[in-house]
């Protein structure tokens, strides 16, 4: 127990380093409003924009995975399509996402659900959001909406208790990208066959000043 505690302290005090550091360049340049996280991966790049404005918490807790390095050698590993999504009374357009330690990653607390109903931000095609079991329950793994899909949204249906996915941002580049992944082979659990290596996750721009006071210790 005393040697996860400490490896979890080491994680957070790399990604307080990390976020530090990058603080320096916003000495040289205007913090951004919507900074930018390029995705590279073996299918190709795509660009999200982090609504750090309407949803804080998503983006810095998202941020801090980034400039730790955790998404480098994660994948994306989860196609859904609402084509074969028959199943569900409410189905969706994604591509899921997680740590190279898996959609159940526990090597940082979750975080609170921001809902769209507060955030104003909508699962919208291209719209970036936080995979979840229960409210309060997400840590890494995330997942990209192709198509607009609004059952994802505060009072939808596609989660039982009505209270949605917290959207955090956009696709600003590479939409296309996320469609031809959502489109690659997949089992009959929705798994993609083979997964998709993101090979690195990087912070284009300056790191908000609110996420780096937040990851402090």
Not at 47 to 66: D, G, K, M, R
Not at 129 to 142: G, H, I, L, V, Y
Not at 176 to 203: G, H
Request: glycine residues 8%.
């Amino acid at each position: 127990m005393q040697g996860k505690k400490s490896a979890d302290m080491r994680r957070g005090l790399i990604a307080v380093a990390a976020l530090s550091a990058l603080a320096g360049c916003a000495t040289v340049q205007p913090e951004p409003t919507m900074p930018r996280v390029a995705l590279d991966t073996t299918a190709g790049t795509i660009v999200l924009a982090l609504n750090v404005a309407s949803a804080p918490i998503t983006t810095c807790n998202f941020i801090s995975y980034v400039v730790a390095g955790d998404y480098d050698g994660g994948t994306f590993f989860r196609t859904v399509s609402r084509e074969t999504n028959t199943a569900s009374r409410y189905p969706i357009d994604v591509i899921q996402a997680a740590t190279p330690r898996g959609s159940d990653d526990a090597s940082r607390p979750p975080i609170t659900l921001e809902r769209t109903r507060d955030t104003g931000l909508r699962h919208t095609a291209g719209a970036v959001s936080m995979a979840r079991d229960e409210p309060d329950s997400a840590t890494s793994s995330f997942f990209i909406v192709t198509q607009d899909t609004p059952s994802l949204d505060f009072g939808g249906g596609r989660n039982p208790d009505g209270q949605g996915f917290a959207a955090f941002g956009a696709v600003v580049g590479g939409l296309d990208v996320a469609r031809r992944i959502q489109r690659m082979p997949a089992n009959s659990e929705e798994q993609l066959t083979p997964p998709v290596t993101i090979s690195s996750a990087r912070l284009l721009d300056a790191a908000p000043a609110v996420c780096i006071k937040s990851m402090r210790p």
